[in-house]
């Protein structure tokens, strides 16, 4: 098995919900990524865990709160999120060992903030 | 700040080689040059990586200049299926220091016509 993936694909949420973005895989990763997407830009990293740690925050405002509970799992809260946060937001994996491993992509999911 | 420079857009004839370039002219000594592409609307495909040689696989080859401050990632036979934006990505760091951060560029939009 060699997919990402991620639910909702389509989210619609207010102002004021909160929400959570759910990310699964079965490969054995042990590198779980959150990118962020705008519509006509490139991806943009917003957090990197690895063996269920948090190693990277690229600076993300605390309305985004991501977690990982397992090894397979990867969620990322949502709550008081503002319009300019409607995006696609993409969930990767990878190995940890080794520096040339590739990440593989989800689908994502595509997130409009009213 | 992205570390590579791509064209905004290339087009190509179905069935012809794609030659897509990108100048990455601060590369480090220890950094890697990957390509994914991204067909609207998904998530990201790995397609390739290298460090200095070149490298191929069933999907592309990958031409790297012995100064490595560029590469050509090549489709040999387009097919229509290969429209997407093609990122050429610098490998910063590993998962160990750094979480493998994949450091998107802005792209080149291939579109391959019958």
């Known amino acids: 098995d060699t997919e990402v993936t991620q639910t909702p694909k389509h989210l619609v949420m207010g102002m004021t919900n909160k929400k959570s973005l759910k990310c699964e895989q079965h490969?054995?990763?042990?590198?779980m990524y959150w990118y962020k997407q705008k519509a006509k830009k490139p991806p943009e990293l917003m957090f990197v865990?690895?063996?269920?740690?948090?190693?990277i925050n690229e600076s993300v405002p605390s309305r985004f709160s991501p977690e990982c509970p397992n090894s397979s799992l990867l969620n990322l809260h949502l709550h008081a999120l503002q319009p300019e946060d409607s995006a696609l937001y993409l969930c990767a994996s990878s190995q940890v060992s080794g520096v040339s491993n590739e990440q593989f992509f989800g689908p994502g999911t595509r997130l409009t903030v009213l | 700040d992205a570390k590579t420079t791509q064209p905004p857009s290339m087009d190509c004839a179905e069935g012809r080689a794609a030659n897509l370039p990108c100048n990455h002219s601060t590369i480090s000594g220890n950094e890697y040059v990957y390509w994914y592409r991204q067909i609207h609307s998904q998530g990201p495909q790995y397609i390739i990586h290298?460090?200095?040689n070149n490298e191929t696989n069933e999907m592309a080859s990958l031409i790297i200049t012995e100064d490595r401050k560029s590469s050509t990632l090549i489709l040999p036979h387009a097919t229509l299926r290969d429209t997407a934006v093609y990122y050429c990505?610098?490998?910063?760091?590993?998962?160990?220091?750094?979480?493998?951060?994949?450091?998107f560029g802005q792209g080149t939009e291939l579109s391959v016509k019958p």
């Open positions: 490969m054995g990763h042990r590198a």
């Open positions: 990505i610098v490998r910063v760091g590993s998962v160990y220091n750094q979480g493998g951060k994949l450091i």
């Open positions: 290298g460090l200095k």
């Open positions: 865990y690895s063996y269920e740690k948090l190693s």
